[in-house]
């Protein structure tokens, strides 16, 4: 087994044909590690768009690749081609995010003619480094960029041309050759054979707009009073706004009055629940309302 790690670089365009605006790939590069995480070959091709002559100015910006260098690419079927013959048996495939995959499957769909990328086993390395990140105690609030994980874990850019599908992929295997855990890196590799894995890659999660929904438990609707701790009992009707049940509670013991909010949204293998406890609005002295402040509850 070998481990090939996969960047490209697109840039949107309008189809005429098929009439909407597509991320067309204009460069893919790869790096093909050993077992050892060893590099051993480097992938690198630019290609010639099918359905433009031009370039965006902030793709221009973003990867230095110009509307004369684009012109002079190859096309993106035989920039496949020549990538699934490189590319070998036996791989794990490797992306910074499972971005990539939206993108080829687009590609695949409006600009190759039942030509598609070759990948057996996938593993999404902002995952994987994001784990490590987290276990190495960083508190992340949101996907972490590739040059920031880098940034956080120790690792210079200054040898990288970054946001170049080539470079990105050096810098990915050095993350990885660097923090590479066995037995975390192993659960994340998934068999694209399997019919759950493209399943699970297209699920959109949506939120449930229904209060009487069978899938959400009664007990994410209790709340708590925050001073005397007592149980609040709910004086409205569930009203739904902005992908939240809202409702007034009080509490019986002290009176204290509360807006609680809770949502659900489903994912594709879990319902995910937030719950919130708000001070109600309240008028100043002026007449206005002051801002509603949170109050901590348990999620």
Not at 80 to 96: E, P
Not at 146 to 156: C, D, K, N, P, R
Not at 254 to 275: M, P
Request: include cysteine.
């Amino acid at each position: 087994m070998h481990y090939v790690i996969l960047d490209m670089e697109w840039d949107g365009a309008y189809h005429k044909q098929h009439k909407r605006f597509v991320n067309q790939i204009l460069q893919i590069g790869a790096v093909k590690l050993d077992e050892k995480f060893n590099i051993v070959d480097i992938f690198d091709v630019t290609i010639k768009s099918s359905i433009s002559k031009r370039v965006s100015r902030r793709f221009v910006e973003l990867t230095g690749i110009t509307k004369e260098m684009m012109l002079d690419g190859i096309s993106l079927s035989q920039a496949v081609k020549q990538y699934n013959d490189w590319l070998g048996n036996d791989t794990v495939t490797i992306t910074w995010s499972n971005s990539d995959l939206y993108t080829i499957a687009e590609n695949e769909k409006f600009l190759l003619d039942n030509q598609k990328f070759k990948i057996e086993k996938y593993l999404d390395l902002q995952k994987f480094i994001e784990g490590e990140l987290r276990f190495l105690g960083h508190e992340l609030k949101s996907q972490i960029s590739l040059s920031h994980a880098a940034e956080l874990l120790g690792i210079t850019t200054d040898n990288y041309d970054l946001h170049t599908a080539k470079d990105d992929s050096l810098l990915c295997a050095a993350l990885l050759k660097k923090h590479y855990n066995e037995a975390a890196f192993g659960k994340l590799i998934r068999d694209t054979s399997d019919p759950e894995f493209y399943r699970q890659l297209y699920f959109k999660s949506y939120y449930i707009s229904r209060i009487n929904d069978e899938r959400i438990q009664k007990e994410t609707q209790i709340f708590y009073c925050e001073k005397c701790e007592s149980e609040l009992k709910r004086t409205t009707k569930w009203k739904y706004h902005n992908n939240w049940f809202n409702a007034n509670f009080v509490c019986g013991d002290c009176g204290k009055k509360f807006v609680c909010r809770v949502s659900y949204r489903q994912a594709f293998d879990k319902l995910i629940v937030r719950r919130r406890i708000l001070e109600p609005k309240v008028k100043n002295a002026e007449g206005k309302e002051d801002v509603v402040q949170p109050v901590p509850t348990t999620v």
